[in-house]
Every structure is written in structure tokens, then in C-alpha cells.
Nanobody, 130 residues
Framework: QVQLVESGGGLVQAGGSLRLSCAASGRTLSNYAMGWFRQAPGKEREIVAAISWGPVFTYYTYYADSVKGRFTISRDNAKNTVYLEMSGLEPEDTAVYYC????????????????????WGQGTQVTVSS
């Protein structure tokens, strides 16, 4: 059975950094666009960052305005893993973070919406204290 498993969440002080990982088991992430979403208490799930699929160095990325310049999404196809490097964390970044995968083609754009993804992880909690 295919699974996405997130890790790397935790408690961090404002201004700190965390790196989230999303590892796929049971399938390769080749030909899958990947995304990170988050959901804070009482709020809807929102896109954080997304990355397309294709030959190395041809990926396109997308970032929500709220995280531009602070977060970086990347993928390591050899390790079947996607990462989200988060720095300059703010209390407003506190949420459960989910990774997601959606089938795509090389050189296609990243996926911005939840409906474009058909596989989701269970989520990892990120808490930023002030």
C-alpha cells in the first residue's frame, strides 16, 4: 500500500528553523507533483509550497505569499523524499503540516489546489512559540 509519511515537526521558538520530510513507501514519486499544506486550528487547509516533476534542475516551485523567502521546498528523487525547509518561523506558522502527491507530467506547473492531489500523508505538528 502506498503511503506518504511526514516527519520533522516539533516545537520551536519564533525565529527558529525546522526541516520537514515526506517519504513515500510502496511507490516512487516519479511523475508526481508534490505539495505541502497546513491546517491551523479553526482554519481551512491551505497550500504552503509545491514542486513539479521533471528532469533534475527543471523543477518549478510555488510558494504561498506568507512563506516566500522563509520556506524552501525540494525533492530528492533518489531517496523518494520531499523536504520543506522552514526558517524565520513565526507563531502564525503553527499548524499541522501535510504532504501530498498528485500525478503529473514532466515540465508541468506545480499544483496549487488540494483537488489536484490524490495522496496525502497523516500530517506532522509544527508549533512555534513566541
Amino acid at each position: 500500500q502506498v503511503q506518504l509519511v511526514e516527519s520533522g515537526g516539533g516545537l520551536v521558538q519564533a525565529g527558529g528553523s525546522l526541516r520537514l520530510s515526506c517519504a513515500a513507501s510502496g511507490r516512487t514519486l516519479s511523475n508526481y507533483a508534490m505539495g505541502w499544506f497546513r491546517q491551523a486550528p479553526g482554519k481551512e487547509r491551505e497550500i504552503v509550497a509545491a514542486i513539479s516533476w521533471g528532469p533534475v534542475f527543471t523543477y518549478y516551485t510555488y510558494y504561498a505569499d506568507s512563506v516566500k523567502g522563509r520556506f524552501t521546498i525540494s525533492r530528492d528523487n533518489a531517496k523518494n523524499t520531499v523536504y520543506l525547509e522552514m526558517s524565520g518561523l513565526e507563531p502564525e506558522d503553527t499548524a499541522v503540516y501535510y504532504c501530498a502527491a498528485g500525478p503529473t507530467r514532466p515540465y508541468s506547473r506545480p499544483y496549487y489546489t488540494q483537488k489536484e492531489y490524490d495522496l496525502w500523508g497523516q500530517g506532522t505538528q509544527v508549533t512555534v512559540s513566541s
